[in-house]
């Protein structure tokens, strides 16, 4: 087995959603625990002069068409459950971004991550809105105010902004995008290249 696969993802992104729902069947066909890493899309995004899919692919003819296609392909190929588009997209998840981080040193990390993509995919809500997002941690039994308030401290704010401007240099230009030692792949798509990667085929 080769180096431990990383997961570069931001809860706005709902492929990267899909790319942690099809993550734990990767896991357990190769042994690989996957390292999860918060970034912040929307610093990938200014730092790359990127735009999301929805804006970079809104007047191309056939693009979304066969991005659906893809998609469908993907939840097939994976055996997952499609998202709910959420009608508050884009969400700004500055906030929700460095909660993960808050979650990772509260040791409340993977539950952290499961409620939040929960609350932006299956059921969606504007996250972005304190109360709302407060409110729906809570309701996956999670402590939303202490997480809410580790989140403002400078060493959370300045993790976050590390991870994300490691991810830039390392060469990410999106989410989610992941690192197998230093071989990157780039969309959800890429994950049967990852699991191949892992695996040594």
Known sequence: MS???QFLFDFGS????LSHEAIPAIEKRTGAKFEYVPILLGG???ATNNRSPAEAFAGIKNKREFHALETERFLKRFAVKPYNWNPFFPVNTLNLMRAAVAAQLEGVFEKYVEAAFH???VEPKKMDDPDVAAKALAASGLD???LFARA??????AKLIENTQ???ERGAFGSPTFFVGKEMFFGK????EVEEMVSGK
């Open 14 to 17: 709902p492929n990267a959603f």
């Open 119 to 121: 609350h932006m995919w």
């Open 44 to 46: 990938i995004f200014k």
């Open 144 to 146: 939303a105010a202490k």
């Open 152 to 157: 403002q401290d400078a060493d959370v704010k």
């Open 166 to 168: 490691s991810a830039v």
């Open 3 to 5: 180096a431990k696969p």
């Open 189 to 192: 798509e890429q994950l049967r």
